[in-house]
């Protein structure tokens, strides 16, 4: 099912960047979440363009909740939302209809679609497909939330400046959460933004590392093999377009360590235990330990950039130089933290529902 | 479907360190591929551990195929592994059935199966399990040696050493198959087996990075969203235990550069299109371009140290020391290696049957 | 994954029959399929409410498509349709917010649910939600007849008259294709229809079996075991409401047969492979025998009767009467036949995919 | 995933007729189930042949359970049963490796697998594989006994002969649990045994109606459309070989009521909802009522019988004679019901675990 993922709660995502629509269907949700607009809407905001530092295609995301949410909650069947695209301006992409843009998929969509993809924007490839993410994500996010389980995203890095760790993992998750551009130090939030603009004067872009914590999460959730958590987080990370690296916890940093360093020393308190480091991140063979899930996603820069490329016409496999027009942004990573937050809050919540039942994020019982 | 992964064609794993035999069964694949038993004897013959740098632990691996092949050919029908255990010795583990492991599952299996888990010498959670998928994964190597498509993986770094980069990628992988310690500059090899030694002999252990190469694999595979060729190929190599991070091409270093860096250039000569660099790893928009397939999979250190641990006793939670006794591997990354070809053999099968039809890997019809 | 089926080529479906709307994804479908707005409206009318054998509900079903279609053809990618809900009188249902209606899901959803299903007309357990199916089994039917073939479903029976058998199987497809009530028998149409109208004015309601013939399908496809044709082709029709029997060819009449009036003989003409009768419905061992396809469907009556029945408020679980009002089908066999249709058309360009290959329903390549 | 079938409990299947054995894997059950070694012999036991109604190949099926079971009870990972075949005579069997017998798969198979298959007893698509289910049904059926779960699966009707129906569904299902020849009227089964007893003095065979009752199955379990419980009990049915009709409650039946006949009026006493009638066969909507879960299996006559028949050299595609020699059984009805309630277990095993988490088959934790 190659645009449908998840076991007990799934999402499927459709829709073209300059098509009538994106949109997405989330399934299993338990019934009777509580759906907030104001949330959704929310969170959508914190992946729209904004500024300089981001395209001026300025969609308002104004999403349809079509199925699946009845009397203000989720009845427990297919919840589909719907976002029409209106800021489109196709005229800009006539030329990349034989020019494969470097980094894109344009290319590899020929070989595949055989010419019948929608070209335009990227049609499916584009990122714009992931606003229906967030949208389905905020929903899952609040049932989390619910449960007591939060999860937070930062720009570990960006354009090479380093953000500060994550330290008391819960309070810079509702910090995070509460930012547009999401830095732990806000003193550095300064620093990337003059990066991503020098980089976009230059007709160039950036790209970074998205590290995202998740507190209050049940220990022993994932499986030994096929399904650890790892494999399903991973599976669903490296969907978004940009990423192309996950890791957790200390990730490739622990492949120069000794097992000594390495391994997180286990303590126990009033019944309660705990590791004393989390360099696992959270997860011991594929199951999770009850500490933070952590995970960083490298994210590269921007394809489109405003350079001379050397490409080919993917129809006469000439050689050609391509020079980009149209609207686009020298760094996506700003923007990718919120899909990665709701992409992870839906995985979250099917393997909840996998591990304890469809009802366990229902928040009460109403019969 | 907690231990089987695949869709056109599936992997099933079973078995416990310390029961009665570990297994495979391999499904789906075409019908009519040579099963050639030496060659799986031989794959075997590299996960096996070898001399200082890996455990005492001797097993021989005779594995005996019980289903799915007839006149030494496969049938199409499922093709069952089984490798019995027999270097078993129980006795060593009997302290670790109540003191949980730092590094290890012994706390998440606790908690996920409540005390009935197969504690002994790790259980379903021990790397003998990937021995079966060796076994199956040599197959799944033939289909597609035969199909001129080739897996090498060698050791980047091990204990903080280098390996030098893929050149050729063709070569070097014929070489690395060749090799039982796989790294491409011969030099640099017993560097890194003095460093597993130093390690053994401190009581301490260590990991590394393995990089693969696939080549010859053809172009316009895979999907753009949540089946892309990372999703897909990351959901497998975290399920191989010790890896705790995956990147593709450059991976977390793309999110250093800038996009004129970071995009390879595209061009084409004779018809043929390729990229000028190889930074994306084969894989544009979720679907290979062509290039060679180049992933990075994180190894961390074996969790299994001599030096004294900090833990808990997980059925009274209380706090205790742990000194490991038994047989351990002070490195497992010479012998993952063959674990990551086998299984992204079985993965790319998969990806071609789904692509092509469940008849694309049968060497010739016969009606 | 509970509203979507398939394995290349899936479908997803969502929507409440007094929501927004209804409608469904369908994925995986090979790229160039040209996408005949007329054809999906004209398999729409077969399946809407006609004269006074149906509920007086008139739904216009008119249907957009917000994505994977492109210059007229389909992309390759997720291909989504909406059909918004239009002629809804939610008023009608506030009795049945409490009472369960027998032979409905009322009771079953208020178990699943916990109250906060929308039980409006049924809501996601509406027949209303197969007109999604419909729609986008148009899209794999023309797929089909592309490549020469042909599905078409009859009344075997209804309300206890039976049509006669189909003797050459694809003219009665043709002749059935063309039909707004498909007997292959025309006569018999009529007699059917009074009794239909009979039982409406008895406040009552009637069923029937639907049975549908499949030509030009290639043999060799479907699995030995868990993936059989049967078990596919069953697993999809169990999904629609009111479905309560599958069999194929001679199906339960086989029961009572001897083996040697049971096998179908084999014989071979010019190097065609036939059987010289089709009880096992083109499918032997789970695999498709180059016969025609058959298979029959039970569908029950229509639950929605005006007749007073014994209930419970299945909130209070006291005992009560309930006599229904609103707009009901007498019948729904006659609607029902053209959701057998579309949904067989998805499966089968599913096996078909799955067996040759994403490519396989291309019309061709125009690279 | 051809040979799996399950989505948070799953069995794999394999092997074939004359190989070295057949097998199957069931992952995802509980941890703490006790496996009673004596039920599973005993389940097994009802499959085998006995007497002049069935072949004369005596296998004692001897099963090995090499993983998942520690201590007499589930680990919670995948339990691995083999099956070794010893009373193999292959010799037999030389003709048909050219002469495709009718009814069964050897044409279709040759199809599919190109030459490769291993034609030898069927090979895969041997009854001798639901051995293995038999044997890891039995787990599954401890499992539900142990919440109050039985099922129990008569003889409907053989040959031409009818069972009574089903009257206290309980006490029913507990007299034919104890029974090798699964017939509620003890008077009838001599009837039918006679019969089958001629058709073998005929060289022909005979078929039947096998038809099952669930009791204690909880309410509010399923799906409204593709996971409804007839799809899904279906679809395991239906990779049944010999199974060609499966229906629901009154199935068939129901299409020549009229409603007011057709749909189960609701009752409730002291809290517990029933339905006066049960022909919906304890499924609304796709979701369990809480009544038992009744359904009915068509087995065809077997197909191997000693009368001449005409079929074809599937090499040379040339018309043929042919007349079975071996050991074949006249009706399979009689062994077939066995692999129907351990299949079922399955099944439900799985439904439950979706709908209620992991763990809710576990007998009680012991933390």
């Known amino acids: 099912m190659k645009n449908t993922f998840g076991t007990s709660i799934g999402i499927t995502v459709f829709g073209e960047s300059h098509g009538p629509a994106i949109g997405a269907v989330l399934s299993g949700m338990a019934p009777g979440i509580p759906v907030d607009r104001e949330f959704i809407a929310l969170q959508l905001s914190k992946r729209r363009p904004a500024g300089k530092i981001s395209t001026a ?4 995301d104004e999403f349809e909740i079509i199925s699946g949410v009845f009397n203000g909650k989720t009845t427990g069947t297919p919840i589909t939302i719907i976002i029409p695209n209106k800021d489109v301006k196709s005229g800009d992409y006539s030329e990349i209809s034989r020019l494969a843009r470097p980094g894109h998929a344009d290319y590899t969509a020929q070989l595949k679609y055989h010419g019948f993809q929608d070209y335009r924007g990227g049609g499916h490839f584009s990122g714009r497909v992931t606003a229906a993410i967030v949208a389905a994500g905020a929903i899952a996010a609040l049932a989390l939330k619910a449960k007591g389980i939060k999860i937070g995203t930062h720009l570990k890095s960006c354009a090479g400046i380093a953000d500060r760790e994550f330290s008391d993992a819960e309070a810079d998750i509702d ?4 930012l547009g551009f999401a830095v732990l130090d806000s003193e550095i939030a300064q620093a990337m933004i ?5 980089a976009a004067k230059d007709g160039d872009s950036v790209g970074g590392v998205l590290e995202t914590a998740v507190c209050g999460f049940p220990a022993g959730v994932g499986e030994p093999f096929f399904d650890s958590v790892e494999s399903v987080i991973s599976h669903a990370m ?6 192309k690296g996950v890791q957790f916890g200390d990730g490739f940093a622990l492949a120069g360590m000794r097992g000594s360093i390495a391994n997180d020393p286990i303590q126990a308190s009033a019944g309660k235990v705990t590791t004393c480091t989390n360099r696992a991140g959270g997860v011991n063979g594929g199951i999770t330990n ?3 899930i952590v995970f960083s996603c490298a994210i590269k820069p921007t394809p489109s950039i405003y350079k001379t490329q050397k490409t080919v016409d993917y129809i006469s496999l000439g050689n050609a130089e391509l020079s980009l027009k149209g609207r686009h942004d020298p760094a996506i990573i700003h923007r990718a933290r919120i899909v990665v937050d709701s992409l992870t809050a839906i995985v979250l919540c099917d393997l909840l529902a996998q591990r304890f039942g469809t009802d366990y994020l229902m928040p009460q019982v109403s019969e």
Do not use: D, T, Y
């Not at 295609?57 to 308002?60: D, L, M, Q």
């Not at 003059?194 to 020098?198: R, V």
């Not at 490296?238 to 990423?243: L, T």
């Open 57 to 60: 295609r300025a969609e308002k």
């Open 175 to 178: 910090r995070l959460n509460a």
């Open 194 to 198: 003059n990066e991503i603009e020098s």
């Open 238 to 243: 490296f969907s978004i377009p940009a990423v």
């Open 290 to 292: 009850g500490m933070p």
